[in-house]
Nanobody
């Protein structure tokens, strides 16, 4: 059974930084793309960033709203994907989820990120 566990969320002031982690188990981590999504109160879940499976060269993609501020990376030895968030804004406040697999068939439980103004 595939499991994803996010951590690293919290409360931060605008302009600050946080690093989210997502630890995966139950599948060969390096073979699958990984993504981060977020859902703010009263809004639909939205794409944040993605990183491809490793043997393709681990290409990354970002939502326009986070491009230049967030960085996604993966450590295959630790079966973990990271989301480094910098220059945080109040509008980045949301529950952040990681997802794995083709079509993102597996999701974590989410971690809360709150950015105060």
């Amino acid at each position: 059974q595939v499991q994803l566990v996010e951590s690293g969320g919290g409360l931060v002031q605008a302009g600050g930084s946080l690093r989210l982690s997502c630890a995966a188990s139950g599948r060969t981590f390096s073979n699958y793309p990984m993504g981060w999504f977020r859902q703010a109160p009263g809004k639909e879940r939205e794409f944040v960033a993605a990183i491809s499976f490793s043997w393709s060269g681990s290409t990354t993609t970002y939502a326009d709203s986070v491009k230049g501020r967030f960085t996604i990376s993966r450590d295959n030895a630790k079966s973990t994907v990271y989301l480094q968030m910098s220059s945080l804004k109040p509008e980045d406040t949301a529950i952040y989820f990681c997802a794995s697999g083709y079509g993102y068939d597996t999701w974590g439980q989410g971690t809360q990120v709150t950015v105060s103004s």
